[in-house]
């Protein structure tokens, strides 16, 4: 069984070099789940994730749209909200 990389994902926005994870809030300060962006630069959405509080996001991620980058992430810098599995939701 192949062994799959553990990744600390930086916190980026849409410009800053790929990978990194790019925070979404409202204007009243809510944090909306987080988008990731690929190694390649395509941006994903989040909702099939669980977003722990530390960051850590289950199960291992999987750019199955672009580069097939296979990976456990952690998101540094997270603010500690908790994000469970959202299929329903696009966000
Ligand atoms: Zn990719």
């Known amino acids: 069984m192949a062994s ?3 990744i600390q994902l930086p916190r980026g926005t849409l410009e800053s070099p ?3 994870w790019i925070p979404r809030t409202s204007r009243d300060g809510k944090t909306f789940r987080p988008l990731v ?3 390649c630069g395509t941006v994903y959405g989040t909702a099939a994730h669980h977003i722990h509080k530390d960051g850590t996001v289950t ?3 999987m750019s199955n ?3 097939q980058w296979h990976v456990h992430l952690k998101l540094l ?3 500690g909200e908790d ?3 959202s299929y329903e939701g696009g966000t």
Do not use: E, G, I
């Open 4 to 6: 799959v990389a553990n």
């Open 18 to 20: 790929a990978p990194c």
């Open 37 to 39: 962006k690929c190694v």
């Open 59 to 61: 199960a291992s991620w």
């Open 65 to 67: 749209l672009c580069c």
């Open 77 to 79: 810098d997270w603010p």
């Open 83 to 85: 994000f469970p599995p």
